[in-house]
């Protein structure tokens, strides 16, 4: 059986899954039945669009099939000012309510945010949770390591944390904030995309954690502390040959944001 088979009795020869499909391996010649091209299960990106594009449902792709690709509902459609709205008034958040979040309402989440777009659908951001206050206290206090650590050893670091370190000092955890969870994206050491494709899946993360009452901080020391500071690599212990591309702290927001705070404005270019 081929990858991609077409339906003949209920396709239109519309010619839009060869149109559409990034590795081009679907053939169509005007009023003809589209066809699949030699070596295809070896090109194929695996990304559905033929599948998800077809208006008669005329494709099976034997590893995409039909009931692992729902219809889109049309009633859900959001509005470009809901998505602005929810864009500009996500904020970083660094003071949480003590309150666990749920480890379903994470997987909720997570489950949104593995269909941002991977290069060459890839697929390989891999998630940490962390949703356990000892485990949390335990890397915090790795973090203030890596704090004190960096400030005499990092000469390009030093000046900016010297600032967060006499709050440390203080008491107040200005590593991890306090927050009673961490999400971690990580992906395989090399892989020359994961950053980027870390970075555009937890950004998804933090837009859908807010529509659950959730709120997100890039934990930025973390991502530093965890790339490079043994203690912090061994406390985190990702699968070998796995590296962290990005980490958001999560919580319940303490405080409610009552209006938008401005940004500089876009500079942008154009080549007219
Ligand atoms: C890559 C990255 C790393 C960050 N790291 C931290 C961090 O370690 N701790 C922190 O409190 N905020 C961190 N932030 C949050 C920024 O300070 C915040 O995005 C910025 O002040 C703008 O505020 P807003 O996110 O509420 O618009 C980070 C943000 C980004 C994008």
Known sequence: MALVEFNKETCIKCGICAAICSAGIIYYKKDHYPRLLPGAAEICLRCGHCVGVCPTDSITHQ??????????????????????????????????QDKPVPIEVIERIIETARYAPTGHNN????????????????????????????VKNVPGMAEMLVD??????????????????????????GNPIAATDCAIALGY???????????????????FAAGS?????????????MNCYGALMLGYPKYKYQRIPPRKPARIIYRA
């Open 205 to 223: 993360f933090d837009l859908a954690a807010n529509t659950l009452g959730l709120g997100c901080c890039w934990a930025g020391f973390f991502y």
């Open 123 to 150: 697929q390989e951001v891999r998630w940490l949770i962390v949703n356990d206050r000892k485990k949390m206290k335990e890397l915090a206090d790795v973090g203030a390591d890596w704090m004190r650590w960096t």
């Open 63 to 96: 590893e995409l099939p039909l009931e692992r690709c729902p219809p889109i509902d049309k009633k859900l459609k959001v509005s470009f000012k809901q998505v602005s709205q929810l864009i500009k008034s996500r904020r970083s958040i660094r003071e949480f």
């Open 229 to 241: 500071f043994p203690a912090m690599i061994e406390t985190v212990a990702l699968p070998e040959g």
């Open 164 to 189: 967060p370190i006499k709050r440390l000092d203080a008491g107040y955890d200005v590593f991890l904030r306090h927050a009673p969870a961490l999400v971690v994206a990580y992906a395989e050491k």
